[in-house]
């Protein structure tokens, strides 16, 4: 169930994906589990009830084909120019609420970025960062898994040139926290989705995260990294366990 005030809002759900992929080629359209691996970014979008318009920002002709064969739309095709190796999300983001707005006359409330590798964001995370975006008055939030406490930046240490170890807080090793539950929480993001006020696109300093911004908690398990073709098979066991357990809510 949407909360009451996302409910009231224009959200558009943009996810970028672009035909070129190093890492893993046709990454976006690759089978998950049979299924084309940006589908479930977008079934998941569709599903949550948020958005009003669900949007993928694509160069390739192959990659539409699928999108909209999961109920995404492509109003346009993404230039040339925006599609290159190290092209940023920022201009492709600008780009794509500029055309609707110009062509449609389309001006969201809110954006809901979700990214087209993505399988393990599921309709209810949406529909609950998109109500705590609303309800908090953030200019963004982001989505965010917890650290583990042996990657906690209390137990990591930087090495200066001279090949001192000094610890990564500044504290002196002296101080270090001996401790596992002693450690404070410290979180990450996942890059998952992040949902933002449009404004910032344009601003003079653009961005999409403002300055209040908020953190969506995700539970871990939640978070399926595809980087290189050896991550394609554990992503798919993980997914597969995860599908047989119960929804968890964000750990706080």
Known sequence: MIGTMAATKKILGIIPARGGSKGIPGKNIKLFLGKPLIAWSIEALRESGVCDRVVVSTDDAAIAEVAKKYGAEIPFMRPAELAADDTPTLPVLQHAIQWLKEHDGYEPDAVLLVQATSPGAKPVHFRESAE???????????????????????????ITSDGRAKLFTGEHIKNVIRRRQDLP?????????????????????????????????MDEEYDIDIDVPEDWERAEQKFQELKKRPLQTPVS
């Open 185 to 217: 929480q410290t979180y990450i993001r996942n890059g998952y989705f992040w949902i933002f006020k449009p404004a910032l696109l344009s601003e003079s300093e653009p961005s999409f995260y403002g300055t209040d911004v908020r953190g969506y908690l």
């Open 132 to 158: 705590l975006f609303f309800s908090s008055g953030a200019d963004s939030v982001m989505s965010m898994i917890p650290v583990p406490g042996q990657y906690n930046p209390h137990w990591q240490f930087s």
